[in-house]
């Protein structure tokens, strides 16, 4: 076994990676992460500790919610990006020693005498050897398989937040709150002394804090672009020459607005970037077209069609093929080998997307991929603008059931489920949605309710915050204090660790019954499972045809 990797939903037979990722990464990559996954937890072990002490260096916040975001699915596929970050990780794990070993000694007279658990003691700058040692320490160490459930939960978990801060922190938004837990919990997956309560403990409060970090997100957002108004978003093209943005940055897209404007440039956004077009603050850019393509997993066909640059900005990106690989550019922390990376913003700057446009002014216009419009942004806010309507169409029995079918789309075939359940839903349900899984339905024709559309699309994975806030709404105007007496059902589907973090969000909350597909993740074992089973009646989909009565049923 050259790696090991089970953290997405494609994992290799449903078990895992163990040559190369399904996703593209490398053997090298996948132990490189797992190495600098292992330094991190290091890194917690001594800032816990030096806690005590009143030392609290906030690197280790920052350091470690880049170096977790990094190693999500489809984000860097870089080894040197990795290398780099992990003599980074060294330096500061040495840094915060010393600062722990002087404050232990200024307070007991003493010297310091504890050191990191055995599994975090190792210590190379060779990097030949960062390769082996990285598949020596990875996920399969750790023997007990509940045991290794939950960490590995734990840290997919972590994983989601990290990328949900690290958003909001470009937006100057950021909470010592969520940092110290990510700290305290990255620590307590090397704490041989953790039993399974104390880590199903640990999972909850993950849920906890990462509604926290969605909701400081949610407030970056909103706070600098304006609350999500509910829009016609254009897929067309038009006749100049484009740039396409994909990820998740609304910085980047406002700086690339900016920086294009009078240029004879036109922007257009993609994937989980669609819901940009809904915010007040980017409508003003005439050359701000509008929305290209579908979900990530199809950009090999959709980016060779585009013609122009694209610009990944966050998790989501596909190993480029040959043929367009050169129009493809990376930046924050998506890498990939032979992409040019557009640098992080220095205090008080822009980053600089010059190359990026002049690049786009020698390319042809985007090939059409479809034409017309879709809706976009039923945030909380905007639902909560027509809450009379909606109330009004249930108490009218005009709208019998909402079904949130949020999360991620894949490669999978079995993803179908979720178009057909879309299309078979009685005319009286409303599907609620956020994430790229909304690429399976979002463009049927379905109609609308009184006006309220039968899709009604929050935006962005993080945004399925906004869901939740809507359904704690809804159960305040309806007076019901348990917000499963509400006529919502769950039919999730799930890729990546963003979903992880959602996932357990909707637990932490109290939601039961959730319908979790295509499949179940690997990395929960059997009797983890049957603990979610037994509180929170998790459950794997089923037919279209079972699940569709059993939904409308409230079951």
């Known amino acids: 076994m050259n790696m090991f990797c089970y953290q997405c939903q494609e994992t290799a037979k449903g078990e895992g990676c163990t040559i190369r990722g399904v996703c593209g990464k490398t053997e090298d990559v996948a132990n490189l992460q797992d190495l600098l996954i292992y330094v991190m937890k290091g890194i917690a072990v001594y800032a816990e500790e030096a806690k005590e002490f009143g030392v609290q260096d906030e690197r280790v916040g920052l350091f470690i919610t880049r170096g977790l975001f990094s190693t999500i699915t489809n984000v860097s596929f870089d080894p040197e990006d990795f290398e780099a970050k992990i003599k980074e990780a060294f330096a500061l794990r040495e840094d915060i020693k010393r600062q722990l070993f002087e404050a232990y000694q200024a307070e007991k007279g003493e010297e310091y005498n504890k050191e990191l658990p055995d599994e975090c003691t190792w210590y190379s700058e060779n990097s030949n050897d960062s390769y082996a040692k990285g598949a020596s320490i990875g996920i399969l160490s750790i023997e007990d398989e509940d045991i290794r459930s939950l960490k590995e939960l734990l840290t997919y978990g972590l994983k989601g937040i990290a990328a949900y801060v690290e958003h909001a922190y470009v937006l100057e938004r950021k909470s010592e709150e969520i940092f110290a837990f990510m700290i305290e919990a990255m620590a307590a997956t090397v704490d041989p002394e953790k039993t399974v309560e104390e880590l199903i403990a640990l999972v909850m409060k993950c849920g906890e804090i990462a509604v926290q970090a969605m909701a400081l997100l949610d407030e970056a957002n909103t706070g600098r672009y304006g609350n999500p108004e509910i829009t016609e978003v254009n897929i067309g093209v038009r006749n100049n020459p484009g740039i396409l943005i994909s990820g998740h940055d609304l910085r980047d897209l406002e700086e690339l607005l900016e920086q294009t404007e009078g240029t004879g440039v036109d922007v257009y956004t993609h994937g989980e970037m669609l819901p940009a077009n809904s915010y007040p603050a980017f409508k003003k850019y005439e050359h701000f077209v509008g929305n290209y393509g579908n979900a990530w997993w199809q950009q090999n066909v959709e980016f060779e069609k585009f013609n122009g640059p694209i610009l990944m900005t966050t998790n989501c990106l596909v190993p480029p093929k040959d043929s367009y690989k050169d129009r493809v550019y990376t930046t924050g922390v998506v890498r990939f080998p032979g ?217």
């Open 339 to 555: 992409c040019t990376h557009i640098e992080d913003r220095k205090p008080g700057e822009q980053k600089d997307f010059s190359a990026l446009i002049e690049h786009a002014k020698n390319c042809k216009a985007p090939e059409a991929l479809e034409e017309g419009t879709i809706y976009g942004g039923f945030a909380h806010e905007a639902v909560m603008g027509v809450a009379d309507k909606v109330v009004e169409a249930v108490k009218e029995g005009k709208i019998n059931r909402f079904v949130v079918m949020a999360g991620c789309d894949g490669r999978h075939k079995d993803r179908a489920y979720y178009t057909e359940l879309a299309e078979n839903l009685p005319e009286d349900a409303v599907i609620m949605t956020a994430g790229c899984a909304k690429y399976r339905y979002n463009k049927l024709e379905l109609g609308d309710i009184d006006g309220i559309p039968r899709v009604l699309d929050a935006g962005q994975c993080n945004d399925s915050y906004s869901l939740v806030v809507i359904a704690q709404k809804l159960a305040e105007v309806f007076g019901v204090e348990d917000i499963n007496e509400l006529p919502i059902s769950y039919d999730l589907a799930w890729y990546e660790q963003k979903a992880v973090a959602v996932l357990l969000a909707l637990l932490y909350l109290g939601v039961k019954g959730i319908r979790l597909g295509p499949s179940l993740p690997a990395f929960i074992s059997p009797n983890v499972l049957k603990v979610l089973v037994e509180k929170f009646d998790i459950k794997p989909i089923g037919t279209v045809e079972e699940d569709l009565k059993a939904i409308m049923a409230g079951k």
